[in-house]
Structures are given as C-alpha cells and as structure tokens.
T-cell receptor
Framework: DTAVSQTPKYLVTQMGNDKSIKCEQNLGHDTMYWYKQDSKKFLKIMFSYNNKELIINETVPNRFSPKSPDKAHLNLHINSLELGDSAVYFC??????????FGPGTRLTVL | AQTVTQSQPEMSVQEAETVTLSCTYDTSENNYYLFWYKQPPSRQMILVIRQEAYKQQNATENRFSVNFQKAAKSFSLKISDSQLGDTAMYFCATPVLDGGSQGNLIFGKGTKLSVKP
C-alpha cells in the first residue's frame, strides 16, 4: 500500500520543454505539498494546498504551477524548463500541521 | 519567522556506538511539533521520531530518542547501538504555524551520518 506516490521517479528533458510530475495520496489527508531539494540537499517548500486554498512560496517562478483535480492529487507542471530546475522534487501530504508523509521523490535533470 | 539550524554538516560513528545529532530552532509558537526525518541513499524521506512541544517527556522510538529542551529551543537526536543501515542524511524540521500557513515544514540543512563497520 503506497501512501504517497509520485510519477515519474526520474525525468530527463531538454531545456525549454514543459513537463509534469504527478502525485497521489491515499491517506485521506487534507493538505498536500511540493518541496524542492537542491544539489546541496536543502529542502524548501514550493507549494501547499488544501481543498480551499493554494499557498505559493514567493520565491517560486511562475513557470511552476500546481494543479489539483481532486483532494487526493496534486500535480506539478513546469513550463519552459531551465538548467537550474534540476533537482529532486518531493510531494507530501499531512493531516493538519502534523507529520508529513513523503513520496519517493522525482529526480529532474534538465539538459 | 521560524528557523531550524543543524550545525553539524557531517558526522561519523562506529557501528554499535552512540551518536547525537544537534538541532536548534526558533519559533514564537507555544505549541508545535518537531520532527527528525531520515533520508538514506534511496532518497526516500522517512520519519524517525516526533515530539510535541507541550509534552515534557522526551520521545523515544526503539534505538532513537530525543533530548528536547524547550526553553533552550534545542531538539537533539540520539541514536544508540548504531547500525550500518542508519547511514543517511538526517533532517530536523518543524511546521510553519504562522497565520496563513498550511503547516509546511521548515527543514534544517541536514547532517550526513556515516556509520562505520
């Protein structure tokens, strides 16, 4: 039983392309998140979303957009990919401000 | 703004020995959670242990325990009887509870722990 799943786990693409990463949670949690882990392993929030509100970290470029078709899914769309977007992207979910359950991560490589 | 600081970028320990990883944080909240997450080479983020700030008793999970000093805003992780499988990055984290936040985690920069045979 996978609690939080992400696809794909690896994504290699060319600069300028548009790509999406999918995330699904089967925990019934009300809030989902996207985090970015850079090459120095530093983890930083990108978005948080529940069925009422999207909160965007102000440092995230508007080329990144989360889309939630329903409560169990929060997908990440990235337009016009740049070299600096190369990182590991983690989806997570939680019930209120409690422990978060993380997906396996997606390693994005932009060439 | 809340902050989390891990002052040890790297540490090593011999198998079967004990090691303590340090974490300090800053928050204006009175009731909050603190977490230690483990990230092995597989990159999966695994919750190791959780502490609720209003509980004075230190949390314990098998070989893992914390030393929570609320007044000092310190939250260290002790790993006893270290095993090779404990080799990983360890992150200290706390949820952001400012108005308008949805509890996203603030992480420290991590401590890379190597357990040597």
């Amino acid at each position: 039983d996978t609690a939080v799943s992400q696809t794909p786990k690896y994504l290699v693409t060319q600069m300028g392309n548009d790509k999406s990463i999918k995330c699904e949670q089967n925990l019934g949690h009300d809030t989902m998140y996207w985090y970015k882990q850079d090459s120095k392993k530093f983890l930083k929030i990108m978005f948080s979303y529940n069925n009422k509100e999207l909160i965007i970290n102000e440092t995230v470029p508007n080329r990144f957009s989360p889309k939630s078709p329903d409560k169990a899914h929060l997908n990440l769309h990235i337009n016009s990919l740049e070299l600096g977007d190369s990182a590991v992207y983690f989806c997570a979910s939680s019930l209120s401000a409690n422990e978060q359950f993380f997906g396996p991560g997606t390693r994005l490589t932009v060439l | 703004a809340q902050t989390v600081t891990q002052s040890q970028p790297e540490m090593s320990v011999q198998e079967a020995e004990t090691v303590t990883l340090s974490c300090t944080y800053d928050t204006s909240e009175n009731n909050y959670y603190l977490f230690w997450y483990k990230q092995p080479p597989s990159r999966q983020m695994i919750l190791v242990i959780r502490q609720e700030a209003y509980k004075q008793q230190n949390a314990t999970e098998n070989r893992f325990s914390v030393n929570f000093q609320k007044a000092a805003k310190s939250f260290s992780l002790k790993i006893s009887d270290s095993q090779l499988g404990d080799t990983a990055m360890y992150f200290c984290a706390t949820p952001v509870l400012d108005g308008g936040s949805q509890g996203n985690l603030i992480f420290g920069k991590g401590t890379k722990l190597s357990v040597k045979p």
